[in-house]
Each structure stands twice: as C-alpha cells, then as structure tokens.
Nanobody
Framework: QVQLVESGGGLVQAGGSLRLSCAASGRAFIRYTMGWFRQAPGKEREFVATIKWNGGSTGYTDAVKGRFTISRDSAKNTVYLQMNSLKPEDTAVYYC????????????????????WGQGTQVTVSS
C-alpha cells in the first residue's frame, strides 16, 4: 500500500508562488509515474502535471505550461509542484497521485490511470 501526503498549500495573492510537496511511502516510489491533479468547487478533477519514474519526461496541462514545474527527488521519495505566477483560476484542492510500477513512456493525464491518491491540499489565490 502506498501512502501519499501533500503539503505546501495555502493562501497567496495573484502573481505569487507556492511549492507543493508530496511525500510517498514505500521503496517502489522510484518506479512510479507521479502526477498532480486539482479540483475546484463545482468542477471535475483535472490533470495538472505528471512526471515519469526517472524524471526524464514531464507533461502539463496547457493552462499551467510555463508557470508550473513538476520535479521529483527519489532519494527523498518526494514529488514537487512549483507554482509561479499564480492566478485566481488556479484556486483548487490539489491532489498528488501515483501509478503502480510504470516503465512506459506514455504521459498519463487521466485520473483513472493512477492507483494511489493523497488527501489533497488547498491552494487559494486571491485577486
């Protein structure tokens, strides 16, 4: 069983920055594709960013390209989401997610492709 614990959310003004962290349990972390999703009130959960098991490939939704950066530190079993130039429309609960062992090159953007989820962390961007 994989446990994911997010941290780093909070309240920030538009144009500001936040860095989210997701700590994962288990030695198998190095083999997992990791992703970030978000869900705003009244909306469906949407893909934000993903990073392959070796950190070699990443993917982003168009709305955050150039502003958000996903990275991972396998020594610390942690994945990060650096969020810059935040906008009010970025306000949402952000969730960390992990697949099982995944050595494919496929960029996974669908929530159904992820097996493990964190509890979420709130990000609020004021105008």
């Amino acid at each position: 069983q994989v446990q994911l614990v997010e941290s780093g959310g909070g309240l920030v003004q538009a144009g500001g920055s936040l860095r989210l962290s997701c700590a994962a349990s288990g030695r198998a972390f190095i083999r997992y594709t990791m992703g970030w999703f978000r869900q705003a009130p009244g909306k469906e959960r949407e893909f934000v960013a993903t990073i392959k098991w070796n950190g070699g490939s990443t993917g982003y939704t168009d709305a955050v390209k150039g502003r958000f950066t996903i990275s991972r530190d396998s020594a610390k079993n942690t994945v990060y989401l650096q969020m810059n130039s935040l906008k009010p429309e970025d306000t949402a609960v952000y969730y960390c997610a992990a697949t099982g062992t995944d050595y494919s090159s496929w960029i996974r953007t669908q929530a159904l492709e992820y097996d493990y989820w964190g509890q979420g962390t709130q990000v609020t961007v004021s105008s």
